[in-house]
């Protein structure tokens, strides 16, 4: 049973998060907190975050609580739980505000910058206590610009007196930021021109040393284009196909061969969307049978010249889930493992998709811990499709393509080929400059919009039933299969159930090819009607101005990237994000630029899936509503940004690239 602290602090990190009051409390009642109650105490917590945001000392807070009849100590526990984490997340903000030039106090979310002076370390604290954060930041940041990994740096500011959770803001805040592509912050327009370009500070790729990576059961061909190895799990292995399209920064090898060298190495575990509950079931003494890790390997990462890396950093779920046989929480399983097997700190890593998920982890951690810092494995949040869309254009403008196939003489094995592309590259991608020209020419293009869906998901659906019925269909380039059987009888009592009727009548919508059994697991490596970006044609995306991106997740928690939304960086298109709440802030946070106030984006703020589904077809409506011609300008005026996304995403670092750099940074 979940005792009052766990409970504080799971309602504190959620509504930090930003995740609804509501939603928190419905949360707790799965807990099994009384509905009444875990209302009435969200409200409380909520309340109190909010005067905390306000600047209110130590003592106020709990006087303001006091008010409200909140007994003594829950008032305690709750101001202390409260600035505790809000420490963490202002430390981060006041280094980004210092090494961001020209960014207002204002821009800076929840506290202005003169708060911090009452904030921090309770009661009374001075201008000088500060500055003296200000100190730790300098020496935090140097120790990062002279190549520090940041737990280390985590470490040296604890040994400086440095507390608990400001020491973790700014470990993470000046690794983060000495890696960021450029400042963050939303855009606009200039004199209504379109959105304003922004500077980078995008830092070049390394290339004085390489990622090794090390697999078993692998066969590399002679000139290094192909990599055959056995299937870790049902789809394809995406950081080997990540490798073997960048030769100048993977090393890929035997794990034989690399144990011989004694050379350093990283050893990944790709993990399959439903690991939770097929690992969880297995005890961590078993995991080295189940995942193939021999004495050998082991040996290596205690001896710090390896790390275990679970990649998970192409789905997004949550990582404590409920199965046949009882919860189970894969951050226990992976500290069991790490414990069980006597593994370093800095040998486990997880690297985990949901880019949200850290208030999950940080629930976990406080839940088991408390207030103690014991050494854990390494937890990144982390995408790996900006790294794949950015490798995918710089191979093609060299005259090569990737591609992945199962094995003809083994069905158990998958071939990862880098191979001579036979067509112009421009066929796939047209630099901006050919979008401009053909701008100039003033021809207008057929279609209005662009609109792929490939796999059957219930937003999808939403998306296209809404264009149907609208009568708005025919005027974009859409996709959508058959959705089966199960789901026809969902739709049977659906409010767009009659216009369903209709559209199923044309099922399959096509653009330029159907999806067939024969595509998988290569299916996007041809035509456009799935939305990876692969060796595709440009034709869709040339007679289309705007793209409808329905991304993977879009009704759970979670907060999902894919190539979905970079594809369109690559064309030129604008785009509105069909998913996760916060999908807008992340692009911003990478240093992409988005299209208000060409249209709302609003709709990325909001949590509640229902409430962004509504301001997103608005959005639709007034876009779909458009004259060719009117479309045409609105194009012309997102050129600026639509440039500078494409710019960014060819030379930019991504944040796959930097945590495999900080990984092998910990063993080299």
């Known amino acids: 049973m979940a005792t009052q602290s766990d409970i504080t602090a799971f309602v504190v990190l959620n509504l930090l998060s930003g995740v609804p009051e509501t939603v928190v409390g419905q949360r707790l009642e799965q807990l099994g907190v009384q509905a009444h109650w875990a209302a009435s105490f969200v409200a409380v917590v909520g309340f109190a975050i909010e005067k905390a945001r306000q600047g209110l000392s130590r003592q106020e807070l709990l006087e303001s609580l006091a008010a409200r009849s909140v007994e003594a100590s829950l008032a305690q526990e709750i101001t202390t739980t409260i600035r505790a984490n809000l420490a963490r997340h202002i430390a981060q903000q006041l280094i980004l505000s210092q090494r961001q030039a020209g960014m207002a106090a204002d821009n800076i979310p929840h506290l202005e910058i003169p708060n911090l002076i009452q904030f921090f370390n309770g009661e009374e604290t001075s201008r000088e206590w500060v500055q003296a954060v200000n100190g730790e930041v300098a020496f935090a940041m140097t120790q990062a610009q002279a190549g520090v990994a940041p737990q280390a740096i985590y470490q040296a500011l604890l040994a400086r007196g440095v507390n608990f959770y400001l020491a973790r803001g700014m470990a993470d805040g000046v690794s983060r930021v000495l890696s960021a592509s450029t400042t963050a912050g939303s855009t606009g327009l200039a004199n209504g021109s379109g959105p304003v370009p922004q500077e980078g500070m995008n830092r070049p790729a390394a290339t004085d040393s390489h990622i090794v990576l090390a697999y078993n059961r692998l066969e590399i061909s002679d000139d290094g284009c192909t990599a055959r190895i056995g299937k870790q799990k049902s789809g394809p292995n995406l950081l080997l196909l990540l490798a073997v399209g960048s030769p100048k920064q993977f090393r890929i090898a035997t794990l034989t061969t690399l144990l011989a060298e004694n050379s350093p190495f990283i050893y990944s575990i790709e993990l399959d969307f439903y690991f939770p509950e097929n690992m969880g079931r297995i005890r961590p003494e078993q995991w080295p049978s189940l995942l193939n890790l021999s004495p050998e390997l082991l040996q290596a990462v205690r001896q710090k010249r390896a790390i275990l890396m679970f990649f998970f950093a192409g789905e997004a779920r949550s990582f404590s889930v409920q199965t046949a046989y009882g919860p189970v929480c894969m951050y226990d399983h992976f500290l069991a493992f790490m414990t069980t097997h006597d593994l370093p700190a800095t040998g486990v890593w997880v690297l985990n998709g949901n880019l949200a998920g850290a208030m999950e982890y940080e629930a976990w951690k406080l839940t088991r811990f408390g207030a103690r810092n014991p050494e854990l494995f390494q937890i990144r949040f982390c995408e790996c499709y900006s790294a794949l869309s950015q490798r995918l254009i710089q191979l093609h403008e060299a005259g090569w393509e990737m591609h992945f196939e199962t094995a003809d003489d083994d069905p158990e094995a998958i071939n990862y080929c880098r191979r001579p592309l036979n067509r112009p590259a421009t066929e796939i991608y047209l630099p901006p400059e050919a979008w401009e020209a053909a701008l100039a020419a003033g021809a207008l293009r057929p279609s209005l919009y662009l609109c792929m869906n490939r796999a059957i998901r219930g937003h999808r659906v939403m998306l296209v039933l809404h264009l149907f019925k609208n009568g708005v269909l025919d005027r974009g380039l859409v996709s959508l299969q058959p959705i089966g059987e199960s789901n026809e009888r969902l739709m049977a009592n659906h409010p767009y159930g009659p216009w369903w009727q209709d ?80 999908t807008l802030a992340y692009l911003h946070q990478l240093g992409f630029q988005t299209f208000q106030p060409l249209w709302s984006e609003q709709y990325d703020g909001m949590h509640h899936a229902g409430a962004r589904m509504n301001e997103l077809l608005a959005v639709v409506d007034k876009i779909t509503l458009l004259s060719q011609e009117q479309a045409r300008e609105l194009y012309r005026q997102a050129l600026p940004a639509l440039r500078h996304n494409y710019q960014t995403l060819r030379t930019m670092v991504s944040p796959l690239d930097r945590v495999l750099q900080e990984m092998m940074a910990e063993i080299v």
Do not use: C
């Not at 998988?520 to 041809?526: H, K, W």
């Not at 007679?543 to 190539?563: A, I």
């Open 503 to 582: 559209l199923k009548k044309r099922l399959p919508l096509i653009i330029d090819r159907p999806v067939v059994a024969q595509d998988a697991p290569g299916y996007y490596q041809e035509g456009v009607n799935g939305s990876f970006g692969g060796t595709r044609k440009n034709w869709p995306f040339q007679q289309s101005y705007f793209n409808f991106v329905t991304e993977t997740n879009f009704y759970d928690n979670t907060l999902f990237v894919s190539e979905k939304i970079f594809t369109p960086m690559l064309h030129g298109q604008p785009f509105v994000v069909f998913g996760s709440a916060g």
